[in-house]
């Protein structure tokens, strides 16, 4: 009797190839963090073998080239010269050693951006390490004693600051629309300077304020006759004004303005008394635009509030469909990741009413659709069948409307809206506005480079390696210095635009092994997280303070 073999003693079932196949999976995940590191030594292997042949003016992409160049040219010349001895080939040998003058040739060339930098730009360069411990240690020392009081740096009017944010909200909407995923930079950016608000806040007036409003609003539904809504309003305006930090009240106030402005246009349809006048229409502009406004200043306050973007969304329904479509593709990817409030959204579709429910159901589909593609998920068939519709036609008061009095751009306040009372600064700052040609935002200075990826939004953590490398020491007010300011991570090197010195200033944080900016940097504040320097005429400012 044949002794079987041992392959055939340990025959695996399906079960037991299965249990194998679950183990498996289990230990690359566990081994996945240090997967990924070693995965990560050769290009940080590339990045430093690259600055050892290169000089410190060559970007990234030239250093990884001549790396590239040496690893590949000099076993091949060595093959050469060894094949060049062995047959005693004097032109081939000839050939090698003008083959390493070339290399060395390419090796040692200026970086290809080195005729944009100037003489002192270039010397400065070579004296970049020394330098920057010169800086560090001084650092260290500005903040451990007093100095003189810094001077402080030019201050943007509230109407300005508003009137930048209200771009970046548009410029997210259109960057939505296109497909283009920098909507996601611009909403980091909004976030960043809605903590530049230094308004008063009385809590006790906002609670009383906002109790009032919920017992007014229980026995109303958004889309009420604007008569009927005043008391409302009032409740609302007033929690504004006693709470401007707050998104809740204006998204709420929006609201209602929102049902108003539909309503209105529902009493003006096909089955009218009368046709639609002037007057109807300048009342029905004034509705819509006190929405939009308001909806706005709460994605002012929190750039991803519940039910900001979908009644924007609404109010931009008819006039603005394209920045609708970008508002609701930006509501849907915070819907789909933290689910926001069902009856939020069905409080506002209300408002919106039933007759513009078929075209803000396309443009949702359309938006649902775009957000999916790029999250690469797969996009239900009803998805698409409701995104290939086309667009209903405008209703006949909304077309009549818009030849009336056009689309409009800024709104007047009601009388009976508290929050918009104006104030003895706000007077100064309207004045200070119409007086003289407003200074240039930093942050539509820095468009060009911060689209093009060589400049990010920075956050805390890159902040915090520049504070680190400083010290703790006179940090305790930093935040409250420089917040609202425009901050930014320099990605690569990029060449800095013209006119920053005249606008309000912007805080660039500099990471180890990246170039700096070429040109001046004017009300721009460097931080340097290397070394912990600072360049800048507010530096004293930003260190210190007052």
Not at 186 to 191: P, S, V
Not at 365 to 382: D, K, N, T, V, W
Request: charged share 20%; proline share 7%.
């Amino acid at each position: 009797m044949s002794r079987p073999m041992p392959a055939q003693r340990f025959r695996y079932t399906r079960m037991a190839w299965g249990k194998l196949a679950v183990l498996l999976l289990f230990t690359l995940v566990l081994l996945a963090p240090f997967t990924g590191w070693l995965m990560s030594l050769p290009l940080w292997a590339m990045d430093v073998a690259g600055h050892w042949v290169s000089s410190p003016l060559h970007s990234r992409d030239e250093r990884w080239f001549n790396l590239a160049l040496l690893m590949a040219a000099v076993p091949s010349l060595i093959a050469l010269l060894m094949r060049s001895i062995e047959r005693n080939d004097r032109e081939l040998r000839v050939g090698v050693v003008v083959g390493a003058f070339a290399v060395l040739a390419i090796l040692f060339a200026p970086a290809r951006n080195a005729e944009r930098f100037s003489t002192d730009a270039i010397v400065g360069a070579s004296e970049f390490a020394g330098e920057n411990e010169r800086k560090s240690a001084a650092m260290s020392e500005a903040l451990a004693s007093p100095a003189r009081a810094a001077a402080p740096p030019p201050q943007r009017s509230a109407r300005e600051r508003e009137a930048e944010i209200d771009a970046l909200i548009r410029g997210a909407a259109a960057s939505a629309a296109q497909g283009d995923t920098f909507y996601r930079q611009q909403l980091a950016m909004i976030a960043v300077q809605a903590q530049g608000s230094n308004a008063q806040r009385d809590a006790g007036r906002y609670d009383g304020a906002m109790r009032l409003y919920r017992e007014t609003s229980a026995a109303l539904q958004p889309g009420a006759a604007a008569e009927r809504i005043e008391p409302i309003e009032r409740a609302l305006s007033a929690a504004m004004a006693a709470d401007p930090t707050r998104a809740l009240p204006p998204r709420e106030l929006g609201t209602w303005r929102l049902g108003a402005f539909m309503q209105g246009l529902g009493r003006h349809g096909d089955a009218a008394e009368r046709p639609l006048d002037i007057v109807d229409a300048e009342s029905l502009r004034r509705w819509r635009e006190a929405a939009r406004t308001n909806f706005l200043r709460a994605l002012r306050v929190n750039p991803t509030f519940d039910g900001a973007w979908r009644g924007l969304a609404w109010t931009w329904i008819y006039d603005q469909p394209d920045l609708a479509l970008g508002a609701l593709t930006i509501e849907a990817e915070h819907a789909g990741r933290a689910g926001g409030s069902r009856a939020v959204r069905q409080r506002i579709d209300a408002a919106g009413g039933a007759e513009a429910s078929p075209r803000f159901q396309i443009l949702q589909a359309r938006a649902q659709e775009a957000a999916m593609e790029q999250h690469g998920l797969s996009i239900p068939a009803a998805v698409r069948v409701m995104a290939r519709r086309p667009l209903p036609p405008l209703p006949p008061a909304v077309a009549a409307m818009q030849k009336m009095v056009g689309d409009g751009a800024a709104v007047e306040p009601a009388p009976e809206d508290l929050s918009t009372i104006p104030r003895l600064s706000d007077a100064l700052d309207a004045v200070a506005f119409r007086g003289g040609k407003p200074a240039p935002s930093a942050t539509a200075l820095l468009a060009g480079p911060w689209r093009r990826g060589a400049l990010v939004v920075a956050g805390p953590l890159d902040l915090g390696r520049w504070r680190a490398r400083v010290g703790a020491a006179g940090q305790k007010s930093f935040d409250a210095r420089i917040a609202g300011w425009p901050r930014y991570r320099i990605a690569r090197g990029f060449d800095l635009p013209r006119g920053l010195d005249r606008a309000a200033p912007a805080i660039l944080v500099l990471p180890a092994m990246i170039e700096q900016p070429r040109g001046d940097l004017g009300n721009l504040v460097l931080l340097d997280a290397s070394s912990g320097a600072c360049s800048g005429r507010y530096c004293g400012w930003v260190l210190r303070g007052p």
